[in-house]
């Protein structure tokens, strides 16, 4: 049985698959650059999970963190990607299914870290394992939904 955040990434490889399109009405990113962006928040989440220490676990309170996280809703162009998650270069095909590869790899591997490992999100402080989970379920979700409007706004 696979966990929400595996569907979303077995997700974002369909559209990887379907191809490229950008419609400036919905985003001003075409389809590979939100692709790409999901995959390096998630491969740098999990890094930072894999190297974290339990002291420098430094949690905040937030009310937008609180909305997000019982929600599952980030709001449309509030944010801003950290710049090691803004891509540079925009990937090919090829390239994308070879970072989805080890995304994947990374996501299947979660569940053999301690319950303490934890990720310093820029806002929200840390999130230990479960929340940093579900948090990269929601905002790889969003995106993905930026992809269907950009798909369904080019028919």
């Known amino acids: 049985m696979s966990t929400p955040l595996q569907r979303e990434l077995k997700d974002l490889k369909n559209e990887v698959l379907e191809g490229n399109l950008k419609v400036e009405q919905v985003s001003q990113q075409d389809i590979y650059w939100h692709i790409q962006h999901s995959l390096k928040v998630l491969e740098g989440i999990i890094q930072m999970m894999t190297e974290s220490q339990p002291i420098d676990y430094a949690p905040r309170r937030s009310i937008l963190k609180w909305i ?25 095909k090829e390239e994308l299914l070879k970072l989805w590869n080890a995304v994947d790899d990374s996501v299947s591997s979660l569940s053999h870290l301690p319950d303490d490992a934890h990720f310093k999100h820029p806002l929200f402080g840390s999130m230990k394992k479960l929340k940093a989970i579900k948090f990269m379920g929601i905002h790889t979700h969003h995106h993905l939904k930026i992809i269907r409007d950009i798909r369904k706004a080019s028919l």
């Not at 997000?68 to 925009?90: D, E, F, Y």
């Open 68 to 92: 997000i996280m019982t929600t599952g809703w980030i709001p449309r162009g509030k944010g801003r990607a950290p710049k090691p998650t803004v891509p540079k270069k925009l990937m090919s």
